[in-house]
Every structure is written in structure tokens, then in C-alpha cells.
């Protein structure tokens, strides 16, 4: 289950609309009447008061909400439908649940949090789920996204874990978790206009028996779409008739449970950083000018460059001596392989450079 959150599901909405007439044959009926009534009491001043009652309905119609079919019916095929739409969000999605299977009963909880920003682009995830092993105790686990690195927290301790690849900020979506897995949203029922978390919302109420919710017996929900732009910015879910998370437990289990998911923040500008202290000691090695296909994976940095690996040998050798690195040992020269060793306080650096397919690969690893 918490790696469900990977899964990018990117789906169409389809909004049904069409406008049907609201008040015309008041407009056409009850005016007629009014007019005959003033006319038998006057001729003269009269008439222009028989204006007056017509124009009424037509006032109070225009200023009812508009009973047209795209605010009766709402058929969604995604929830996260229209997200691509927005600059930046924070979204929210806590779910609990409480079943029983033969005497036992057993119940959980996550809380979901997501901020995306398209400028600089950057994304931030945020887990809490059940450990497996003891239901007593929730797993952590955090993702930053920002440009082309990558950040991870996890554990108790949160160790963190950095990686990065040249050109992989293009990679970056928005919505990493959706409650798209539950499938869309089929004619949910308008009920009338709303602001959600100062977002003009149309507001519908629904059943559903698509995707994981068919196996349950009694679902209802709530949903709050965009006025403008037509992405959910809240929708909440309860069910019955199934034990676990959505009934995904055992076929003998009996429970319930709900979920809440919206968004905040909508368009507004929005700080990610990375975690402290999780930069990587390797971000302040030396980099060749030319270098390309760069990567980092914890400690380890990758990259290429069009420089021989002699000329790359005297680059290290210079550019870390500047910044306070010793040299350990001698160097080791195998052929196109170049293996270069250095020490510096509790640090230790390789240098490994290796000619290939008419270009110089080099990697850095450090170690205490």
C-alpha cells in the first residue's frame, strides 16, 4: 500500500453540458395573468404598472442557481482531474478504517500530504502510514523533488538519502498520490455552491460502486469541484460492509471507515526546501567545466566528461589540494583507469576515472 503513491495516473474529466430552461413558462404563464388583473381596475395608469409583475420572475430566475444538467449530474474519471491546470497546491488526504474478523478487530490510519509549486518547479511528499508489523505504530516517509535532486527521509531516525540526475527536473508531476485508485466519480447530485478553502466550489453528493469501492457494500460521498477550472478541491468518501482499508482485508472481515482529501493554497506561492542536513558532503566536490550526464546517489557522484584521464587526474589533484583534501597513497593507473585516493578531517574521497566509448567517465565516492 505505500507504494501506491508512485502510481501517476493521468485521466480526462468529462463534465456534461448542456443548459435546460429555468423558469420560462413562468415567465410565459404567470406574467399574462397579472397584466389582465391591474387592467380592470384602470385603463389609463395601469398599464405601466402591469410591467412591473412581469419583470419579477424573470429577476428571481436569473438569480436562482441555473438548474442546468452540469449542475445535476457530474460524472468524474479522475479526481485528480485538472491539477496539470494549477500552479501550485497543497493537498491533504487522511483516511481511518475499523473492522473485525473473528473476534479480531483491527483499525488504522494515514495521513497524506502533498505541496507542488510549478516555479521553481518542486514537490514534497509526505507519508504516514501503519507499520506492518505493529498497528500500534505508524511508518514515516518524506520525498522533496527540487530541480534536478532528489531527497528521502525515512525510519525513526529519518535518515536521508539524496540522489540526482541531469535533466530530471522535466520528470517532475504533479498529484504523486490521488485518490484516483478508487476510480472516478459517477452521477454525483448537485447540491449548490460552496467556497472550500476560498476556492468557488459546486458541491455534489454521490454513490459509488467503481474500483476498490465495488466490493463494499454501502459507499457515500461528497465532492467539491471547482467553479473555474473543474478540479476537486475537497471529496470525502465513508464506507461499510468491508474489514481493512477499503475492504481490501480478509472476505470474513466486517468494517468501515472514511477519508478526506482536498486541496489548499490553490495558485499561491509556496517555499520547498530540502531537509536540512541532507545536502550530501559530495556537493561541494569539484565538478570538470564540461561535465554532463550527471548523477548522485548518496555519497556517490557520476558524471562524464570529454577530457582525457590524465588531464582529469591533474584537475583532482590540483582542485583538491586547493579545497583541503590530502592525498592517500599513490595513484593507481590501469590503462584508460585512473584511481585516485584522498583524506580530509573524518572524510574519505575516491576518485575513479575510466575512459569509455569516446568520452571520460568519472566517479566520486566518499566515506568516513
Known amino acids: 500500500m505505500i507504494r501506491r503513491y508512485w502510481l501517476l495516473l493521468t485521466l480526462t474529466i468529462f463534465l456534461t453540458l448542456a443548459l435546460a430552461a429555468c423558469g420560462g413558462k413562468g415567465s410565459d404563464t404567470a406574467p399574462a395573468k397579472e397584466t389582465a388583473a391591474p387592467v380592470t381596475k384602470a385603463t389609463a395608469p395601469k398599464p405601466p404598472a402591469a410591467t412591473k409583475p412581469t419583470a419579477v420572475p424573470a429577476v428571481k430566475s436569473t438569480e436562482a442557481p441555473a438548474a442546468t444538467s452540469e449542475e445535476d449530474s457530474l460524472s468524474l474519471a479522475s479526481r485528480d482531474t485538472g491539477l496539470d491546470q494549477l500552479g501550485s497546491y497543497r493537498a491533504t488526504w487522511h483516511a481511518e478504517w475499523k473492522s473485525t474478523d473473528q473476534g479480531k478487530t483491527d483499525q488504522g490510519t494515514w495521513d497524506w500530504a502533498e505541496e507542488y509549486t510549478s516555479d521553481p518547479k518542486a514537490r514534497h511528499l509526505s507519508?504516514?502510514?501503519?507499520?506492518?508489523?505493529?498497528?500500534?505504530?505508524?511508518?514515516?516517509?518524506?520525498?522533496w523533488q527540487i530541480g534536478d535532486t532528489t531527497y528521502m527521509q525515512s525510519g525513526e531516525d529519518l535518515q536521508c538519502l539524496s540522489f540526482a540526475s541531469e535533466g530530471s527536473e522535466k520528470d517532475i508531476q504533479k498529484s504523486g498520490f490521488s485518490p484516483s485508485m478508487l476510480g472516478g466519480i459517477q452521477d454525483a447530485k448537485y447540491v449548490g455552491r460552496d467556497t472550500v478553502n476560498g476556492v468557488p466550489t459546486k458541491h455534489y453528493k454521490y454513490t459509488s460502486k467503481a474500483g476498490i469501492l465495488a466490493a463494499l457494500a454501502d459507499v457515500s460521498?461528497?465532492?467539491?469541484?471547482a467553479t473555474d477550472g473543474g478540479y476537486v478541491v475537497k471529496d470525502t468518501v465513508t464506507w461499510k460492509g468491508g474489514g481493512g482499508f477499503f475492504g481490501m482485508g480478509s472476505s470474513t472481515a466486517t468494517g468501515g471507515g472514511s477519508w478526506t482529501w482536498e486541496l489548499a493554497d490553490v495558485n499561491k506561492p509556496i517555499a520547498?526546501?530540502?531537509?536540512?542536513?541532507?545536502e550530501g558532503s559530495q556537493l561541494?566536490?569539484?565538478?570538470?567545466?564540461?561535465?554532463?550526464?550527471?548523477?548522485?546517489?548518496?555519497?556517490?557522484?557520476?558524471?562524464?566528461?570529454?577530457?582525457?584521464?590524465?588531464?582529469?587526474?591533474?584537475?583532482?589533484?590540483?582542485?583538491?589540494?586547493?579545497?583541503?583534501?590530502?592525498?592517500?597513497?599513490?595513484p593507481?593507473?590501469?590503462?584508460?583507469?585512473?584511481?585516485?585516493?584522498f583524506a580530509k578531517d573524518d572524510q574519505k574521497l575516491s576518485v575513479m576515472i575510466t575512459a569509455s566509448d569516446g568520452a571520460t567517465q568519472v566517479i566520486l565516492t566518499v566515506s568516513k
Open 332 to 341: 593507481t593507473e590501469m590503462g584508460d583507469v585512473v584511481i585516485l585516493n
Open 127 to 143: 507519508m504516514q502510514t501503519p507499520d506492518s508489523s505493529d498497528s500500534t505504530k505508524s511508518s514515516t516517509f518524506e520525498m
Open 272 to 278: 520547498i526546501k530540502p531537509p536540512e542536513g541532507c
Open 221 to 225: 460521498g461528497e465532492t467539491w469541484v
Open 284 to 330: 561541494d566536490l569539484p565538478i570538470m567545466p564540461d561535465a554532463s550526464e550527471k548523477s548522485r546517489f548518496g555519497d556517490m557522484t557520476t558524471y562524464k566528461t570529454a577530457g582525457k584521464p590524465t588531464d582529469v587526474a591533474t584537475f583532482y589533484k590540483e582542485e583538491l589540494a586547493a579545497a583541503g583534501w590530502q592525498p592517500e597513497g599513490e
